[in-house]
C-alpha cells in the first residue's frame, strides 16, 4: 500500500491509521507466537480461523511487519516479522530447492509440499526477500 501510495503521489500520512489498525489486529490474531508463522485465514475482528500456514500469507506479512515498524517504530511490529521469518527459514523454505512450500500445518509438517502450482509463482518469495533485505539493511544503518 505505501509503494501504491508513492507512485500515484498519494499521501501515506492519511492512511497511516488504517495501517496501523490492520498491523494491531494481525499482531494481536494472526501470529502464531507458540509455534512461529501467521495463520492463514481469520476474521477481520478477532481471532484465526484456519491454523495452517501457507506461503503467500507469509510472503506478505514479512514485507508489511517491516514496513509498519519503519513507519511506527512499534518494536511489536518487529517482532512479528522475527516470528514469522523464524518459521518461514525453518519450515517454509525448501533450502535445496530454494523456494518456498507451499502449505504446511500449524506445526509446520508439510500438507502440500509442492513448490509451485497454477497460483504460486516465484514472484511473490523472491520480491519478500528482496524487499526484506532492502529493509533490513535500512534499519541495520539507522
Same mark, same amino acid.
Not at 7 to 29: H, I, M, Q, R
Given at each position: 500500500?505505501? #509503494?501504491?501510495?508513492?507512485? =500515484?503521489?498519494?499521501?501515506?500520512?492519511?492512511?497511516?491509521?488504517?495501517?496501523?489498525?490492520?498491523?494491531?489486529?494481525?499482531?494481536?490474531?494472526?501470529?502464531?507466537?507458540?509455534?512461529?508463522?501467521?495463520?492463514?485465514?481469520?476474521? #477481520?475482528?478477532?481471532?484465526?480461523?484456519?491454523? *495452517?500456514? *501457507? !506461503? !503467500?500469507?507469509? =510472503?506478505?506479512?514479512?514485507?508489511?511487519?517491516?514496513?509498519?515498524? *519503519?513507519?511506527?517504530?512499534?518494536? /511489536?511490529?518487529?517482532?512479528?516479522?522475527? =516470528?514469522? !521469518?523464524?518459521?518461514?527459514?525453518?519450515?517454509?523454505?525448501?533450502?535445496?530447492?530454494?523456494? !518456498?512450500? /507451499?502449505?504446511?500445518? /500449524?506445526?509446520?509438517?508439510?500438507?502440500?509440499?509442492?513448490?509451485?502450482?497454477?497460483?504460486?509463482?516465484?514472484?511473490?518469495?523472491? #520480491?519478500?526477500?528482496?524487499?526484506?533485505?532492502? #529493509?533490513?539493511?535500512?534499519?541495520?544503518?539507522?
Amino acid at each position: 500500500m505505501v #509503494r501504491a501510495l508513492k507512485a =500515484t503521489g498519494e499521501s501515506v500520512e492519511v492512511y497511516k491509521p488504517l495501517f496501523k489498525l490492520l498491523l494491531d489486529n494481525a499482531v494481536k490474531y494472526g501470529i502464531d507466537y507458540e509455534k512461529g508463522g501467521i495463520y492463514r485465514d481469520g476474521l #477481520r475482528k478477532g481471532g484465526a480461523l484456519v491454523l *495452517e500456514k *501457507e !506461503w !503467500w500469507q507469509h =510472503t506478505e506479512s514479512l514485507v508489511g511487519f517491516l514496513e509498519g515498524y *519503519e513507519l511506527f517504530n512499534d518494536v /511489536r511490529y518487529y517482532e512479528a516479522f522475527q =516470528t514469522i !521469518w523464524g518459521f518461514v527459514n525453518s519450515k517454509m523454505i525448501n533450502h535445496q530447492v530454494g523456494e !518456498w512450500r /507451499r502449505l504446511l500445518d /500449524r506445526d509446520g509438517k508439510l500438507i502440500d509440499g509442492n513448490i509451485g502450482n497454477e497460483w504460486k509463482v516465484a514472484y511473490h518469495s523472491g #520480491r519478500s526477500m528482496m524487499e526484506c533485505d532492502k #529493509r533490513l539493511q535500512k534499519l541495520m544503518k539507522k
